[in-house]
């Protein structure tokens, strides 16, 4: 999902130090 807080892509790995996406990541 395009336009998290997070920084990251829905379809991506969240990198170090990136909190895990509440959304279902």
Do not use: C
Not at 3 to 18: L, Q
Request: glycine share 16%; charged share 30%; no cysteine.
């Amino acid at each position: 999902m395009e336009g998290n807080p997070s920084g990251f892509r829905h379809d991506e790995v969240p990198r170090k130090g990136t909190p895990a996406d509440p959304d279902g990541t």
